[in-house]
């Protein structure tokens, strides 16, 4: 979806659309998160889109979406993880391995992991996988969902405000994104093991 299709559907169908495609970013299904919430930003800021709704769809899509992934892993996911587990080298020890270092930083994962492509669409599963309390990961994903969408919805807005943004470039967003994260992983990779060795 090229960045002009996706500005004509978001004015054309609004916060429906917005709330679909965040939703779908969520559970798994490719879209263009990052770029997304920055654009709609941008639209409302130039008023082309009204700014509670927008905000509003666009935090209960990925929400709802953390929800969704969490019931799958919870009520579907471990029959298919024990069916298919042992093709793609999931043994019952590797299992628990995981479970377990899940477990301890599972709070973590989920208020920060949502900003990591992959991370965010794996840990709402697997919290339903190791049977996280409902309540707990619905108040965490509601809190990750709120801090994740809004700033990107904020930096669209007042860079919408201070420029005249070029819609065709919305999407570096993600791959700019994606870069810094990619470099604060890898650093805090090296610094670890630069800790280990000292």
């Given at each position: 979806m090229t960045i002009e299709t996706l500005t004509d559907t978001v004015l054309r169908y609004g916060s429906?659309?917005?709330?679909?495609?965040?939703?779908?970013?969520?559970?798994?299904?490719?879209?263009?998160?990052?770029?997304?919430?920055?654009?709609i930003g941008?639209?409302?800021?130039?008023h082309q889109l009204s700014a509670i709704p927008s905000a509003a769809a666009a935090v209960a899509g990925a929400w709802s979406g953390?929800?969704?992934?969490?019931?799958?892993?919870?009520?579907?996911?471990y029959p298919l993880l024990h069916k298919i587990g042992r093709f793609i080298g999931l043994t019952k020890?590797?299992?628990?391995?995981?479970?377990?270092?899940f477990k301890r930083r599972r709070r973590r994962t989920i208020l920060f992991g949502i900003f990591m492509p992959g991370i965010?669409?794996?840990?709402?599963?697997?919290?339903?996988?190791?049977?996280?309390?409902?309540?707990?990961?619905?108040?965490?994903?509601?809190?990750?969902?709120?801090?994740w969408v809004l700033p990107f919805l904020l930096a669209g807005y007042f860079l919408g405000r201070s420029f005249d943004v070029n819609p065709s470039y919305v999407a570096l967003?993600?791959?700019v994104f994606l870069s810094i994260m990619i470099g604060w992983f890898i650093y805090k990779k090296v610094r670890a093991k630069q800790r280990v060795q000292n």
């Amino acid at each position: 979806m090229t960045i002009e299709t996706l500005t004509d559907t978001v004015l054309r169908y609004g916060s429906l659309i917005i709330f679909v495609l965040l939703f779908f970013g969520i559970v798994g299904i490719p879209s263009p998160e990052e770029s997304l919430t920055f654009l709609i930003g941008v639209l409302i800021a130039e008023h082309q889109l009204s700014a509670i709704p927008s905000a509003a769809a666009a935090v209960a899509g990925a929400w709802s979406g953390m929800l969704t992934a969490y019931a799958g892993g919870r009520f579907i996911g471990y029959p298919l993880l024990h069916k298919i587990g042992r093709f793609i080298g999931l043994t019952k020890e590797r299992w628990e391995k995981a479970e377990q270092s899940f477990k301890r930083r599972r709070r973590r994962t989920i208020l920060f992991g949502i900003f990591m492509p992959g991370i965010r669409q794996i840990s709402p599963y697997f919290a339903g996988l190791t049977k996280m309390p409902f309540y707990e990961f619905a108040i965490l994903g509601g809190a990750a969902s709120a801090s994740w969408v809004l700033p990107f919805l904020l930096a669209g807005y007042f860079l919408g405000r201070s420029f005249d943004v070029n819609p065709s470039y919305v999407a570096l967003v993600g791959v700019v994104f994606l870069s810094i994260m990619i470099g604060w992983f890898i650093y805090k990779k090296v610094r670890a093991k630069q800790r280990v060795q000292n």
